[in-house]
């Protein structure tokens, strides 16, 4: 799931941008409220991180075109200002949640998920494939009845393989919605990712669920022998 942080604060962006990485979403970050506002209109991502107080557009300006354009991804501002009409103004002009700063990470976690369930374009909380189970809400992996270990990165590529089971995913598909737009490095990593979730979901059941379509990209199928 791709993210977008709008924080004027490098060092928090950075903090946040570190610490949303390590849970599995792909994040992209600006740095003032024109560059946020190009990167929301112009991208598909599942929530905005937005700071009120920024260089170039105020956040509720930002915000306030987002929903004027008619984009719906869902927003959570975050602000060091802390008072009701500067959080009644938010949510007037579109915020979808609000967060004063300074905050615990462990709750602005919390609110990211709370809009990614409700929010934008609905996607079922769990994915079945077969015998496999991928759970979006609880970002947890199992075959039949056996749970199945996988890293934060590991389990955002079967994520975006099941939500489109049975169709072939490119591999460049694959890299826009798990790493970040900064990325630079071989997309290569993509086959080594994918044959660490074959280690996984698939030697230890004797089955094959991930296939590779030569030329084309990958797909997630039921599994058989």
């Known amino acids: 799931m791709r993210l977008l942080v709008v924080e004027d604060e490098r060092e ?4 946040l941008r570190r610490g949303l990485i390590a849970e599995g979403y792909s994040v992209d970050v600006a740095h003032d409220g024109s560059a946020g506002l190009e990167y929301a209109m112009g991208d598909d991502y599942q929530a905005v991180i937005l ?3 920024l260089p170039r557009m105020n956040g509720f300006q ?3 075109r ?8 869902p927003v959570l501002v975050l602000t060091a200002k802390d008072g009701e009409y500067d959080e009644a103004e ?20 919390a609110r990211v998920r709370a809009l990614l369930r409700r929010g934008g374009e609905p996607r079922p909380a769990l994915l079945k ?5 991928v759970d979006q809400t609880q970002r947890r992996c199992s075959r039949g009845t056996t ?5 934060a990165k590991q389990f955002s590529v ?5 939500r489109r089971a049975n169709a072939v995913v490119s591999k460049l598909d694959i890299l826009d919605e798990v790493w970040d737009a900064a990325y630079d490095g071989d997309p290569n990593i993509v086959e080594v990712y994918i044959r660490a979730l074959r280690r996984s979901i698939d030697v230890p059941f004797g089955v094959r669920s991930i296939e590779t379509v030569r030329g084309e990209g990958y797909r997630l199928v039921g599994g058989h022998a």
């Not at 987002?66 to 991804?73: A, K, M, P, W």
């Not at 609000?98 to 976690?109: D, E, G, H, I, Q």
């Not at 494939?129 to 189970?133: I, P, R």
Request: glycine share 8%.
């Open 51 to 53: 700071d009120l107080m």
């Open 90 to 109: 938010a949510l007037d002009t579109g915020a979808d949640d609000y967060l004063t700063k300074p905050f615990s990470y462990v709750v602005l976690l």
């Open 12 to 15: 928090l962006a950075e903090s």
């Open 62 to 64: 930002v915000c306030a």
């Open 147 to 151: 749970p199945v270990a996988l890293t």
């Open 158 to 162: 079967l994520a975006c393989l099941a």
């Open 129 to 133: 494939v077969g015998e496999l189970v």
């Open 66 to 73: 987002l929903r004027e354009s008619g984009v719906g991804t």
